[in-house]
């Protein structure tokens, strides 16, 4: 059976519930999992799962939309936390030595399995955003471009393992 890593982000809670079932499966399989998550993925995987908590990536928003300066602002204030939950992260890599990666729109461990050359199963539907064509009204064709360029740590060509 395999040694995976599942990086699943703590953004909202529609990717720990995906990840809830799918880890559960794994495990039923006789996989060895070890979870990674922030905020809300934390606190909704870390009773049922072995869940390395990390600092992540959060979108800020103030009137209800998101808010660019917030956003950059608050994830600059936590570079800090995030580069020793980032430390740990290699830490659990090296020591846990598993033989693929999954990611649920978890960045570091996307990077951390591009970098040990790993194989890396991506769970998301933000792909569509960065790969995908598809219609868009013309005053929203500048703005596309700002998520594509977001997503691209999230999101790896598919051409990479």
Known sequence: MAKIIYGVSGEGSGHSSRAKLMAAHLEQQGHELKLVSYDRGYRNLHQQFDVLQ????????????VSKLKTLTENLANLPEGTRAFNKLRELFK???????IT???????YLANHYDLPLISLDNQHRMRYMEYACPADLKRKRYLPKLLFAPWCPSPGIR
């Open 54 to 65: 990390i600092q992540g990536l959060t979108i800020a928003s103030v009137d209800n939309k």
């Open 95 to 101: 020591s846990f030595q598993p033989d693929c990666v």
């Open 104 to 110: 649920d729109f978890e960045p570091c461990t996307a």
